[in-house]
């Protein structure tokens, strides 16, 4: 049974069959169609928006990047020959099923291009690049009755961390003016710091100078040693900074240069990378060694009047305390040398008989020392045979009989005669 057939000004309707050569389309209105020689379909006109997500995709210089961009497309029904195109393709299709079709077209052109640019073309201009896209996806899907109203890159990443490399020298240059403007300040406040500090030591000295002018030069000496000490020492902390901010900068440049070679194709991520850390190096290194060597200076030529009073007046002391001992020492080495000499004397006259006097004068003592270890003896069991002494006898007559042979024994060591030398005669007496 025939009838009319209505469509909002977002549908297209289309009617082919009995008494159409071709088909006829109308867009937002009516036709009058008989459904048993005529069929009639509709066309979604509503714009569709598209994700187009295209993964790890190598760029121009091999770097895998994901980028994923947004369009804006629609069935073109400004063009009698652009809207049969897509009722051929698309009729009674859902605007999903469009939006599917036209996603995967999109994509692949979007892979191409991708493909000829490097990241920082993408990145960067990213509106040639859209462009780009645009400009060769609008040629296919025309040809599809599909109008591509708009494209944009809605995010770029990368799962290798190249694009957050992008942005390192930027944010470093940010901080290096940051830590430059600190070190400043801090340089400036120490250089305050120390010229108060140095007029406030100037008035104290100078009225000590007034009070003890006996103590000045001295106190000059003083300073001006310890003045030069600090600033060999200060000079010589700088130069091993220095140097050792050097080394690391050369080490730094070695490693870079090693990666340039394994990296060629990230050169200029690399280069950006040097120049920042020699501006943060001296940033952080050299700016505040050259404040603080400044500030060590001053403080050091503040103090230079005190430590020189102080210095005179300590080494005054140790030199008269020094001269004291130096006397005493000499009377003790004196009197020592005259004994010895009285010593050597009478060992020169008396000889061998000395030799035996202090012998004899050491017997006891020997003896002692023999019967000591019987003082640590709880119980002694003595052996005698049939005709031996036994009892307190026996051990009192073994003890003598060791201080007996001791006469043989320091003859054998010493080589004099004990029986001989006794007999001698010192002044017309003899020892024995």
């Given at each position: 049974m025939a009838g009319f057939y209505t469509c909002g000004p977002n549908e297209a309707l289309v009617v082919s069959g009995c008494?159409?050569?071709?088909?006829k389309m109308v867009v937002g209105g009516r036709l009058l169609v008989?459904?048993?020689?005529?069929?009639?379909?509709?066309?979604?006109?509503?714009?569709?928006?598209?994700?187009?997500?295209?993964?790890?995709?190598?760029?121009?210089?091999?770097?895998?990047?994901?980028?994923t961009g947004t369009a804006q497309i629609k069935i073109h029904s400004k063009e009698k020959k652009s809207l049969m195109a897509a009722a051929e393709l698309f009729?009674?299709?859902?605007?999903?099923?469009?939006?599917?079709?036209?996603?995967?077209?999109?994509?692949?052109?979007?892979?191409?291009?991708?493909?000829?640019m490097t990241v920082e073309d993408i990145y960067k201009n990213r509106a040639a690049f859209s462009d780009?896209?645009?400009?060769?996806?609008?040629?296919?899907?025309?040809?599809?009755?599909i109008r591509v109203i708009s494209y944009t890159i809605k995010e770029v990443t990368d799962d290798e961390g190249y694009l957050k490399a992008l942005g390192k020298p930027r944010t470093a240059e940010v901080k290096r003016d940051a830590d430059i403007g600190s070190a400043e300040a801090t340089r400036d406040a120490g250089i305050k710091e120390a010229e108060a500090e140095e007029r406030k030591m100037a008035a104290i000295y100078e009225n000590k100078i007034t009070t003890a002018e006996a103590q000045r030069d001295y106190l000059i000496k003083k300073s001006q040693f310890d003045g030069e000490t600090n600033t060999k020492k200060a000079t010589s902390?700088?130069?091993?900074?220095?140097?050792?901010?050097?080394?690391?900068?050369?080490?730094?440049?070695?490693?870079?240069?090693?990666?340039?070679?394994?990296?060629?194709?990230?050169?200029?991520v690399q280069e950006q990378e040097i120049v920042r850390r020699q501006r943060e190096l001296e940033a952080q290194i050299i700016k505040p060694a050259e404040a603080e060597k400044f500030k060590i200076?001053?403080?050091?030529?503040?103090?230079?009047?005190?430590?020189?009073?102080?210095?005179?007046?300590?080494?005054?002391?140790?030199?008269?305390?020094?001269?004291?001992?130096?006397?005493?020492?000499?009377?003790?080495?004196?009197?020592?040398?005259?004994?010895?000499?009285?010593?050597?004397?009478?060992?020169?006259?008396y000889k061998d008989?000395?030799?035996?006097?202090?012998?004899?004068?050491?017997?006891?003592?020997?003896?002692?020392?023999v019967a000591a270890p019987l003082q640590n003896v709880n119980k002694v069991t003595l052996v005698a045979g049939p005709n031996g002494e036994v009892g307190a006898a026996k051990l009192t007559g073994e003890v003598l009989e060791i201080v007996r042979r001791l006469p043989k024994v320091i003859e054998e060591i010493t080589g004099v005669e004990m029986s001989r030398a006794m007999k001698i005669n010192r002044g017309g007496e003899t020892l024995l």
């Open positions: 008494c159409h050569t071709k088909p008989f459904p048993c020689v005529q069929k009639i379909g509709k066309l979604p006109l509503n714009v569709i928006t598209t994700k187009i997500v295209t993964k790890q995709v190598y760029t121009k210089l091999g770097v895998p990047i994901n980028v009729m009674n299709r859902s605007a999903e099923q469009i939006n599917k079709i036209c996603s995967e077209t999109l994509e692949g052109h979007q892979r191409a291009i991708m493909g000829t780009q896209v645009l400009q060769v996806a609008s040629t296919d899907l025309m040809s599809m009755g902390d700088l130069a091993y900074e220095l140097q050792s901010a050097k080394t690391q900068q050369r080490i730094k440049e070695e490693t870079m240069q090693i990666k340039v070679i394994e990296r060629q194709k990230q050169i200029k200076e001053k403080l050091a030529e503040a103090e230079r009047n005190k430590r020189v009073i102080e210095a005179e007046a300590k080494a005054e002391a140790i030199r008269l305390r020094a001269e004291a001992e130096a006397y005493a020492i000499e009377a003790k080495a004196k009197a020592d040398a005259e004994q010895m000499a009285k010593k050597a004397e009478a060992w020169n006259e008989a000395a030799m035996v006097d202090m012998i004899l004068q050491q017997l006891p003592k020997v003896a002692a020392e």
